[in-house]
């Protein structure tokens, strides 16, 4: 449809970032204290793809919550060669998955944003030494960045196990405390 009925693509994206905004701003009166568009199929795209046929609808939806006072974050899987153009979106943090290092990252999003991850979630299934290994990496790699929230490189794996998560948030909570 994107490439075959442009138009038909474009009133579609339109309506679903309308319907996308809205819901993020229930999420902000409910009391979020920030807001996340995940696209699992941006990095599907090639740049030029994106920037004509989906940074338009992402663009609208972090304007419609811009003034709500909460941090927009805007995240895709396999999306290293967009950062730059979903950095252009309006996100103040842009998520990055594990395959980009974050001091490239920092180079292809730009000045003036936040970056968001980037531990690969296949390492909670290591033992809680590579676990904490791994996460001391991506933290000391995000030492000095302008803003970094520590997270995952895209979602939880189905059968990982929470006390693994339980385990990394409090590594992470007291390695940055240090």
Sequence with gaps: MMYGDP???????DRLADITAAFLK???????SAVQLFDSWAGALAPADYRRSVLPASAKVFDAVADHG???????VGTGELLGLMGEAGADVVGVDWRVPLDEAVR??????ALQGN????VLFAGKDVVEAKAQEVLDAAAGLEG???????????????????????YVHGASAR
């Design 70 to 76: 909460v941090p927009r974050i805007h995240f895709g």
């Design 108 to 113: 292809r999003v730009g000045p003036g944003k």
């Design 148 to 170: 970094h929230v520590f997270n995952l490189g895209h979602g939880v794996m189905p059968k990982t196990d929470p006390d693994a998560l339980t385990r990394l948030v409090e």
């Design 7 to 13: 138009q038909l693509w474009a009133d579609l994206l």
């Design 26 to 32: 229930v999420q902000i009166e409910a009391g979020a």
């Design 119 to 122: 531990l690969d979630p296949t």
